[in-house]
């Protein structure tokens, strides 16, 4: 009777040992100093609480509670023993109200050499008021030192079950979905998602508004999807800049599908009152340096515009202006219906060649 005892709770023991390493760790960023009223620099219990969930090995969870975070910069460096990482915020995350404090730092959030991690909930409040002001006044500082790094300073995002914040570089396999980025309209070099040198990123049922692009995106990146996304203000969703090294990796295989696109400058799928709807611009350069007159060197062939109508906020809503040198060859347009104050809208094309089928309006040039 014993002896059958015994194995009953040594049964017992086995089942509890198994279920409980089924769970993940969890490291409360309280647990290691951390204060949720958004005065108190909370930099330190976040990155302890990273190190012990990086070399776990097994899966874990850092929880971040209701309360404002105020953090300076961070590095969330691997490489961790496990792929499983998983940051889920009931709380708000705050950059420093004065920009400088961060210095000259590119990244106020950054998430490298690492894999399989998580961001479910929260908000990243970037305080960029600030540093827009001064970006406006000081128009002379270069694109590089003075337009990253707002990228990740002036953004206020809610996000849910996304790679945060909003800089996907060198990556691959990376899914966001219901991501929220907003921006004030006129916030100079506030990009809502720049994605590059990374592959198989899909970015599903999101709103962006900001005063520059929804999503950029950047050179070496293929097989990028982007579905279901409210997009306004801002500039749309542009592929480049490109071109700006001589030995810079191509674009591909990157798909647009179910967009809506509202008070934007350039526009793809819905469009209300987009002013440049449909565009391929090989004449572009940037602030007008080092650049004027000339044109890309930068191959492109092989475009589809499927299923495209909405209104345009300029007469001119389908404009190919590319490259005598590298003409833009294969553009396909298929059932497009753009409009211009109730009228058909114009198309302009220069250098480009291809087809079109269905309904076409403007008249293609083509």
């Known amino acids: 009777m014993e002896q059958t005892t015994s194995c009953v709770h040594f049964l017992a023991f086995v089942l509890l040992v198994f279920a409980s390493s089924a769970y993940p760790f969890t490291y409360n960023v309280l647990s290691y100093g951390a204060k949720p009223d958004g005065n108190f620099e909370s930099t330190r219990a976040f990155v302890a609480a990273w190190t012990l969930a990086c070399g776990s090995i097994k899966s874990a969870t850092i929880y971040i509670p209701t309360g404002r ?90 996000e849910s079950s996304a790679s945060a914040p909003v800089v996907i570089d060198g990556c691959n396999n990376v899914k966001g979905d219901s991501v929220s980025v907003s921006a004030s309209g006129n916030s ?28 950029s995106v950047g050179p070496g990146t293929n097989n990028l999807c982007i579905e279901n996304m409210a997009c306004g203000p801002g500039h749309g969703i542009s592929i480049g800049s490109l071109g ?66 909405g209104t345009s906020a300029t007469e001119v809503a389908v404009k190919f202006d590319c490259s005598p040198s590298y003409p833009c060859t294969d553009i396909r347009l298929e059932d497009v219906k753009l409009t211009y104050r109730n009228k058909p809208a114009e198309a302009s094309c220069s250098n480009a060649d291809g087809t079109v089928s269905g309904f076409i309006q403007p008249s293609c040039c083509l």
């Open 69 to 158: 975070f105020l953090l300076r910069n961070v590095v969330f460096r691997g490489q961790c023993k496990n792929n499983a990482i998983v940051f889920r915020m009931d709380g708000t995350l705050v950059a420093p109200s004065d920009y400088k404090v961060l210095g000259s730092t590119e990244n106020w959030l950054l998430f490298e050499h690492v894999n399989g991690v998580s961001i479910y909930g929260g908000v990243l409040d970037g305080q960029g008021t600030g540093l827009w002001t001064c970006k406006r006044v000081r128009q002379g500082l270069s694109q590089r030192s003075n337009g990253e790094f707002c990228v990740w300073l002036l953004v206020l995002v809610n």
């Open 188 to 215: 100079p070099n506030t990009d809502g998602i720049h994605v590059q040198s990374s592959s198989s990123v899909t970015i599903l049922n999101s709103r962006i508004g900001t005063g520059d692009d929804c999503v």
């Open 244 to 309: 700006k090294e001589a030995e810079e990796p191509g674009v591909q295989n990157v798909t647009v599908k179910t967009i809506t696109l509202t008070g934007t400058q350039n526009g793809h799928a819905i469009m209300t009152d987009v002013e440049n709807p449909i565009v391929i611009d090989q004449h572009y350069c940037p602030d007008e340096k080092n650049c004027p007159g000339l044109v890309s060197g930068v191959k492109i062939s092989d475009v589809t515009y499927q299923d495209i109508h």
